[in-house]
């Protein structure tokens, strides 16, 4: 699909494609789950550079979702987008029994992956963290990919743990959220090469690709997909300057969209776009006014979209 927008020069190799959308959730005025509006926004973000769509990650507020609302939306995404994009489920947990729950119920419904979280709040040793991710892979036959995001669980995983991870044949990618580029750099060389790695801040995505990433699981390809996917292509077709200049372009989205916790500025964004996406759920609040300003003159100024 997107080949025929950018040339059919082949990219690095990776198991779920270049972009993936992590998608937020649409809620309706009474903070129901608006399925309709979800469905509408996968098909989307398929039409607009995505090459899969991680549902019920943090962006999609899983943690103000029930079991029940996860699992339908995994069933309408899917649905929705007809095997055009991998849809990839958000099952992480820090609880290891509730995590092995979901991605078994993923794995039912015929997600194509998982997305596990490090687990956050109670702190495991990196004993804990390998023991915990092993018994999710040992659940499942789904591949999976490891969320390491420091800032939001309080617990980084080191190097030297992912290292064992990535000897497990489900697990087949890492989401890099530390902003830890060394960090990202040893892992890069302690495991497997066929072990993908994203980046999962959209502001160090050419960075992470320079460390031999494959891609980005991403916010900002709601708004701007098409263009990361270019920016990706232009990187793996050797047009390197091309390819930083355009993420240099893009840079005042990037930052926009994390001017307040996410996802409240891309949800904004979205609306901004014609989506009803809604509200947020207690405790995450929408952006303000003046945030809103913000984000629109972003987009007005670097994508010159006229609202």
């Known amino acids: 699909m997107l080949a025929r927008k950018y040339g ?18 649409p809620f309706k005025k009474n903070e129901k789950v608006d399925y309709d509006e979800a469905a509408k926004i996968a098909k989307y973000l398929v039409a607009n550079g995505s090459d899969g769509i991680v549902v019920t990650g943090t962006t999609g507020e899983s943690p103000t979702l029930d079991s029940e609302e996860e699992y339908e939306l995994w069933k309408v995404v899917k ?3 007809k095997g055009k994009a991998k849809v990839i489920a958000g099952t992480g947990s820090n609880c290891t029994a509730t995590s092995i729950t979901a991605t078994r119920k ?34 499942t036959t789904l591949p999976l990919i490891i969320y390491n995001i420091p800032g939001r669980t309080g617990r980084n995983m080191e190097p030297e743990t992912l290292a064992r991870l990535a000897k497990i044949k489900n697990y087949v990618a890492l989401k890099a959220a530390c902003g ?30 320079e460390l031999g990433g494959c891609g980005v699981i991403s916010v900002a390809s709601h708004v701007v997909g098409n263009e990361i996917q270019k920016m990706i292509r232009l ?32 949800k904004a964004a979205m609306e901004l776009l014609g989506f009803n996406t809604g509200t947020l759920r207690l405790p995450l609040i ?22």
């Open 286 to 307: 929408p952006a303000t006014k003046e945030e809103r300003i913000r984000i629109k003159k972003a987009l007005d100024t670097i994508l010159n979209f006229k609202f």
């Open 79 to 81: 649905k929705a987008v």
């Open 8 to 25: 059919k020069e082949k990219a690095m190799k990776s198991p779920f494609g270049s972009v993936l959308t992590a998608m937020v959730t």
């Open 235 to 266: 990187y793996f077709q050797g047009k390197k300057a091309d390819a930083k200049k355009l993420h240099e372009h893009l840079m005042p989205v990037f930052d926009v969209l994390f001017i307040t916790s996410n996802p409240s500025p891309v």
């Open 180 to 209: 830890d580029l060394k960090q990202i750099a040893t892992m890069r060389k302690t495991t497997p090469k066929e072990f993908a790695i994203y980046s999962g801040d959209d502001g160090l995505t050419y960075a992470i690709l």
């Open 106 to 139: 993923a794995e039912k419904i015929g997600m194509d992956g998982a997305m596990v979280v490090v687990p956050y709040y109670n702190r495991p040793s990196q004993e804990g963290l390998y023991q915990h991710f092993k018994a999710i892979a040992e659940a």
